[in-house]
C-alpha cells in the first residue's frame, strides 16, 4: 500500500468521492442544506475544496429534492476550482437515503481504489478527517475493506468502501452500503476516534444556530 503522506501525495490511492446532497431538509422546513452558508461559502463549496487537496479520480454529486439549485451550485463551484464534478439525479428522492446511494454507486464511471461516501450537511469534517480515514484504509488487514468511523457508539460519515466492496455491493439489486456492512461485519475496520465531526450534521434550526450557518 501507498504512504500518504501529504494530503496530495497520494499517487498510487486512487480516491473517488461521492456526495449525497438529495434530500428535502424536511425538519428545516424543506431547504437545501448543502446550500447553507458557513463564512461566505456553501456547504457544498468547502467539501469540495476539501476534497479537491485529495487529487479524487472521481467527484460525483447525487441530487434530488433541491435538484436544480444544487446543480446551479455545482457549477458555479466546478468554474472556480480545478475540479471536475459530475451529477446525477435522482427522480425519486422521497424513496430516501439508499435510493440515492444506489443510484451514486450506480453512476460511479472512473477506476478506483476506494469510494469516500459523505454526506452534504456535515460543517465539520475537512481534509484532516477524510485523511484520517484514509489512514485507517491503508492500515487494514485482510478481510478488512471498509473503514468506519465511530464516535461512542455512534456510527459516523463518511465512510470509505474500496472498489471490491462496490463492487460486490452491485452485484445484489437494491443492496447499498448499511445493510452490507451489517451483514458483513468482518470487512469492516472501526475506526475509533474521539472527534465527534464524523456524527455532527445539520438536522434542525438549532443545528444552524450552534454551527454558525446561514440560509442563502
Known amino acids: 500500500m501507498t504512504s500518504l503522506g501529504k494530503p496530495?501525495?497520494?499517487?498510487?490511492?486512487?480516491?473517488?468521492?461521492?456526495?449525497?446532497?438529495?434530500?428535502?431538509?424536511?425538519?428545516?422546513?424543506?431547504?437545501?442544506k448543502a446550500l447553507l452558508m458557513l463564512e461566505g461559502q456553501s456547504l457544498l463549496k468547502r467539501f469540495c475544496q476539501t476534497v479537491q487537496t485529495l487529487s479524487p479520480v472521481e467527484v460525483l454529486v447525487v441530487?434530488?429534492?433541491?435538484?436544480?439549485?444544487?446543480?446551479?451550485?455545482?457549477?458555479?463551484?466546478?468554474?472556480?476550482?480545478?475540479?471536475?464534478?459530475?451529477l446525477v439525479r435522482n427522480p425519486n428522492p422521497e424513496l430516501g437515503q439508499s435510493s440515492s446511494v444506489r443510484l451514486g454507486l450506480e453512476s460511479l464511471k472512473s477506476n478506483y481504489d476506494v469510494l469516500l461516501v459523505a454526506l452534504g450537511d456535515q460543517p465539520a469534517i475537512g481534509a484532516r478527517e477524510i485523511i484520517a480515514l484514509l489512514v485507517q484504509f491503508e492500515k487494514r488487514t485482510d478481510p478488512e475493506e471498509i473503514i468506519l468511523p465511530l464516535f461512542g457508539q455512534q456510527r459516523g460519515n463518511p465512510v470509505l468502501l474500496?472498489?471490491?466492496?462496490?463492487?460486490?455491493?452491485?452485484?445484489?439489486?437494491?443492496?447499498?452500503?448499511?445493510?452490507?456492512?451489517?451483514?458483513?461485519?468482518?470487512?469492516?475496520?472501526?475506526?475509533?476516534?474521539?472527534?465527534?465531526?464524523?456524527?455532527?450534521?445539520?438536522?434542525t434550526p438549532a443545528d444552524i444556530r450552534k454551527f454558525g450557518l446561514k440560509q442563502t
Do not use: W
Open 8 to 32: 496530495s501525495s497520494h499517487p498510487n490511492l486512487r480516491l473517488a468521492v461521492l456526495l449525497l446532497a438529495a434530500g428535502e431538509g424536511s425538519r428545516l422546513g424543506s431547504i437545501p
Open 63 to 86: 441530487t434530488g429534492f433541491h435538484g436544480p439549485a444544487i446543480e446551479a451550485e455545482v457549477h458555479h463551484v466546478k468554474q472556480e476550482l480545478d475540479l471536475s464534478i459530475n
Open 162 to 203: 474500496s472498489k471490491k466492496v462496490i463492487e460486490a455491493i452491485l452485484a445484489t439489486p437494491a443492496m447499498v452500503c448499511r445493510p452490507f456492512m451489517d451483514q458483513h461485519p468482518e470487512l469492516v475496520r472501526a475506526f475509533n476516534t474521539e472527534n465527534d465531526a464524523y456524527i455532527l450534521d445539520v438536522d
